[in-house]
C-alpha cells in the first residue's frame, strides 16, 4: 500500500498508530500532520533529513520512532510533544542535542545511539521520568553527574563512547548486580568497548560489588599505576630475544639461544609521564608452542611483532593472532636484521588499512643497535596511551602488591595471600577477589577463578609457563605420541640446572588441571592425559562409510592453531581414531559417526556425518565449533555446503538463507556451470522438528521493551537464547544470518514465516 493510501486509511478511520518505515520517504508527508490523534508514529528507515516545526501538530504522540534516518538537527517545536515518552533518534547523524528537548518530562526512553553527539546538556536533568537513555557509539568524552540524578534510569547503555571516567554517583545508582561487558539485554549500566581508567575495566567486570569495593578504597589514600604489560612476538630466531636485552641495556650476544616457552623480565622507562614499570612477556616463536602462547596473550597491552626476511610471509599470521587475541591494544612492528637485509620492507599502507592498531614500523638491527633509540622513543610514547596506564588503585592494594612481588617462592596457597590482605586491613573476600583477578590481568601474577585451580596463587608466572613448555618439549611425550603418563612428570619437570624451578609432587596435579582448563589436553585412562598436538602426523588407515554423509565446511580467514585441537579436546568422549589433523568419532547415543579434519594451509575444517541422526549430531558438533569460534576476538569464519555431485563447488550457508528470502528457488554457486535447488541444499543439513511455537516461546524470553529500545542488541540477544538450546532445529536456522536479512521490525512475525519455508520432515 502507498504512503498516502496509508495516511489516507489512517485519516479515515481515526487511526492511533501509524506504520511508515521503509517507504523511501525522503521527508515528512504533509497530510501527516493532520492526523492529531496519532499516539504512535514509525517513520524509521527512511531517507529524512530534516523534521519540520509541524511536528508540533501531533500533540498525543507517545511513541516517535525517527531511527535509521539523515537526521541532523532536532527543531525547538519537538519540544510540543509533551506526551512522548518514547523517542527513538538511533542511526541519524545528530551532533548537538537542543536545550528544548529536556522538556519532554514523560520521556521513559530516550535512544540517541549511533550519531555524532559530544556532549549531553546540562538541562537533561529535567527528564525526571527517563527509565532508558541510550548513547552507544556517540564521541561522547564525559558524563556528567546529572545522569545520575534520574531516579527511576535503570538502563544506561555507553557501549563505544570515549567515555574514560564513570563519576562513583552514577556507579552507585545501579544497585542490582551486573555483568557489564557482557550484558545485552535486560536492565543495568553497559560500558563494554569503553576506554575506562576511573574505574578500570578490570573491576567492572566483575560486577556492581566490586566496583563499590573499589571505590570505598580509594576514597581514603590512592595512588596511580603506572604500569605495563608488554608482549613481544614473531616467528623463531627473528631477534626478539636479543630486542629485549638491549630495552634492559645488555649488550647484543651473536649466541643468543632461542626462548623455549616465555622469557619474563621487567624493566623502568622514563617518559614525559614519569616511570613506568614495563613487564615484557617474550614469546618463544617455535610452531609447536603457538597453540599454547594464545593463553597468556592479553588484551589492554603494548604488542611488538619482530620480523625478519626469512619469514615476513608470516607477518599477517601473528597480526591477526595478537587481533584475536590483543583486542585493541596498540602494535609497533619491528623489521629486524636490517644489516643482513637493507633493503627489506613490507606493504606498510596495506598492513596499516588491515590492521588499524598498528601504530609504526620500525627498520632495526639488534646487531648494530641501528633505528633502536626511535623504537624506545615510541614505546615510551605509546606506554601512556595503554589503558591500563593511569589507573588508581588504593595505597593498600599497592603494599599488597609489592609484598606478593618481593615473594621468593613461585606459589603459595590461597589461605596465605588472604593473611596478607587481613595484616594490611583487606578483609572482605569480594575485595581480595576483586585484587587478585586485577592482578592476575596485569601479567604480575597467575591466578585462575577455578575451582581445581582457585587454591593456588602463582607468583611467578615462569613457573608454570616453563613446566607446560618443558612438557610440550619433552622427549617422553615426542616417543608417545604426545600421551602423558602422570609418573613421568617427576623425570620431565626434575630440576637440572641451579636456576631452574622446583615443582613438588603435590603440585603435579595443579599443571595438569591447568593444561586440562587450557584445553591443551584431555584424560585418557585414570592417570594420563593426551596431548593432541604431539598426535602423529601421519594419517591412519580407517574405514568410513560417506554415503548419505552430510558434508560441511567452515573456513577462516585466520585458523588459530588450538582451535582445531580444541575441538578434539572437547569431543574427547566420542573419539575412536585420531591423528593430528583429524578425528573419527562414534556417538553411539544418536547412533551418529563423523569425519573431521582440518587444512591448515587452506584454514579449512571439514565435516562428514553420517547415521541415523546424522543432523541432530551435526548440529551439536558445529555448535561446539561455533562456540570456540566465538572465543575469539574479530575471528571471521565462512560456512560452506559442498554440492552433492561436486564436493569442489561449494557455496555459503548464509548466501543459500539469503536468497531463498529473496525468493530464489535455485542457485549458481561460483565456478558452477549448472544451477541447485536452494531447499533441497538447505535440507541436507537443515529440518525443523520441533513445534514453531517453541521457538517463538524462546523469542519471547527476550524483553520485547529492551528489544524495541535498543534494536542493536536483539540480534546478540537471540543468539544468546537460541545457543541454549542448539539442537532446537537441527543445525537449525541460522537466527541471526535470517535476522540480519529480514530486518528488525515484526522480526517474530517474519521468523515465522521463515520457519514455516525451512520446515521438511526428516
Known amino acids: 500500500m502507498k504512503v498516502t493510501e496509508l495516511i489516507d486509511e489512517a485519516m479515515s478511520q481515526r487511526k492511533e498508530h501509524l506504520n511508515l518505515s521503509n517507504s523511501n520517504l525522503m521527508e515528512f508527508p504533509n497530510m501527516l500532520f493532520q492526523l492529531d490523534n496519532l499516539t504512535t508514529l514509525d517513520l524509521s528507515n527512511n531517507h529524512i533529513s530534516n523534521i519540520p516545526d509541524a511536528i508540533s501538530r501531533l500533540i498525543n504522540l507517545t511513541q516517535l520512532d525517527l531511527s535509521n534516518n539523515q537526521i541532523s538537527t532536532l527543531p525547538p517545536t519537538l519540544s510540543n510533544l509533551v506526551h512522548l515518552e518514547r523517542l527513538y533518534l538511533n542511526n541519524n547523524s545528530i551532533s548537538e542535542l537542543p536545550i528544548s528537548l529536556t522538556n519532554l518530562y514523560n520521556l521513559t526512553s530516550l535512544n540517541l545511539s549511533n550519531n555524532q553527539i559530544c556532549a549531553l546538556p546540562k538541562d537533561i536533568k529535567n527528564l525526571e521520568n527517563l527509565a532508558a537513555l541510550f548513547l552507544k557509539n556517540n564521541p561522547i568524552q564525559q558524563l556528567s553527574k546529572i545522569v545520575s540524578s534520574f531516579k527511576k534510569l535503570i538502563h544506561l547503555d555507553l557501549r563505544g563512547t570515549k567515555i574514560t571516567q564513570i563519576p562513583m554517583a552514577i556507579a552507585e545508582h545501579f544497585s542490582y548486580d551486573f555483568s557489564l561487558a557482557e550484558h545485552v539485554l535486560g536492565n543495568g549500566l553497559f560500558v563494554s568497548d569503553v576506554p575506562l581508567k576511573l574505574p578500570p575495566i578490570e573491576i567492572i567486570n566483575n560486577g556492581i560489588v566490586a566496583l563499590k569495593d573499589y571505590y570505598f578504597s580509594i576514597k581514603k589514600e590512592k595512588k596511580v599505576l603506572n604500569e605495563v604489560k608488554i608482549l613481544i612476538v614473531g616467528e623463531g630466531a627473528a631477534g626478539k630475544t636479543s630486542l629485549l636485552n638491549l630495552f634492559q641495556g645488555k649488550p647484543f650476544d651473536r649466541a643468543e639461544k632461542q626462548t623455549q616457552g616465555i622469557n619474563i623480565a621487567h624493566n623502568d622507562i622514563e617518559t614525559d609521564d614519569g616511570i613506568v614499570k614495563t613487564h615484557y612477556w617474550d614469546f618463544g616463536g617455535q610452531e609447536i608452542m603457538h597453540a599454547t602462547h594464545q593463553f597468556f596473550l592479553s588484551k589492554r597491552s603494548l604488542y611488538i ?63 648494530t643497535q641501528s ?158 592425559v593426551l596431548l593432541p598436538s604431539l598426535l602423529d602426523v601421519e594419517t591412519p588407515k580407517f574405514e568410513f562409510n560417506k554415503r548419505d554423509s552430510i558434508n560441511f565446511i567452515v573456513e577462516y580467514d585466520f585458523l588459530p592453531k588450538s582451535t582445531f585441537l580444541r575441538f578434539m579436546v572437547q569431543m574427547n568422549n566420542n573419539i575412536e581414531t585420531q591423528w593430528r589433523t583429524g578425528f573419527i568419532l562414534n556417538d553411539k547415543r544418536s547412533g551418529s559417526k563423523a569425519l573431521i579434519t582440518v587444512d591448515s594451509e587452506q584454514k579449512k575444517i571439514y565435516f562428514t556425518v553420517n547415521g541415523k541422526n546424522r543432523k541432530d549430531y551435526f548440529a551439536f558438533l558445529l555448535f561446539t565449533l561455533r562456540q570456540i569460534n566465538k572465543s575469539f576476538e574479530k575471528l571471521k569464519s565462512y560456512e560452506l555446503i559442498p554440492m552433492p555431485d561436486n564436493p569442489l563447488i561449494t557455496i555459503g550457508y548464509e548466501d543459500l538463507l539469503f536468497q531463498l528470502e529473496e525468493g530464489q528457488n535455485f542457485c549458481f554457486p561460483p565456478n558452477a556451470r549448472k544451477k541447485y535447488p536452494i531447499k533441497e541444499l538447505l535440507g541436507i543439513v537443515t529440518y525443523v522438528d520441533e513445534p514453531l511455537e517453541t521457538i517463538i516461546n524462546l523469542l519471547n524470553e527476550i524483553d520485547d521493551n529492551i528489544v524495541r529500545d535498543d534494536p542493536d542488541s536483539l540480534y546478540e540477544g537471540i543468539d544468546r537464547t537460541i545457543m541454549l538450546k542448539p539442537n532446537i532445529c537441527g543445525i537449525g536456522i541460522d537466527f541471526n544470518a535470517v535476522l540480519k536479512i529480514i530486518g528488525k521490525k515484526d522480526f517474530k512475525k517474519k521468523l515465522q514465516a521463515i520457519a514455516k519455508t525451512f520446515a521438511t520432515k526428516k
Open 305 to 367: 611483532l619482530v620480523i625478519d626476511k626469512r619469514r615476513e610471509e608470516k607477518s599477517e599470521y601473528w597480526l591477526k593472532l595478537i587481533e584475536s587475541f590483543g583486542g585493541d591494544s596498540p602494535i609497533i612492528v619491528v623489521l629486524n636484521k636490517m644489516d643482513e637485509n637493507p633493503s627489506f620492507n613490507v606493504n606498510k599502507t596495506q598492513l596499516s588499512e588491515k590492521y588499524k592498531n598498528i601504530k609504526g614500523f620500525f627498520h632495526v638491527s639488534c646487531k
Open 371 to 528: 633505528g633502536i633509540e626511535d623504537l624506545k622513543i615510541k614505546v615510551a610514547e605509546l606506554l601512556g596511551q595503554t589503558p591500563l596506564f593511569g589507573t588508581v588503585w588504593a595505597t593498600k592494594w599497592f603494599k599488597i602488591k609489592a609484598l606478593l612481588e618481593a615473594e621468593i617462592k613461585p606459589f603459595i596457597p590461597y589461605e596465605e595471600y588472604k593473611n596478607i590482605c587481613k595484616n594490611l586491613e583487606l578483609n572482605d573476600d569480594s575485595t581480595q577477589q576483586t585484587l587478585i583477578r586485577f592482578l592476575n590481568d596485569l601479567g604480575s601474577i597467575i591466578h585462575f577463578n577455578d575451582p581445581m585451580l582457585e587454591h593456588t596463587h602463582v607468583l611467578k608466572p615462569r613457573w608454570i609457563t616453563e613446566a607446560v613448555y618443558r612438557i610440550i618439549n619433552s622427549d617422553i611425550l615426542a616417543i608417545n605420541k604426545g600421551l602423558l603418563h602422570r609418573e613421568d612428570l617427576k623425570e620431565i619437570l626434575k630440576k637440572k640446572y641451579i636456576d631452574d624451578f622446583d615443582y613438588p609432587l603435590d603440585k603435579h596435579d595443579y599443571i595438569i588441571n591447568l593444561m586440562k582448563k587450557f584445553e591443551i589436553c584431555y584424560p585418557c585412562g585414570s592417570n594420563d
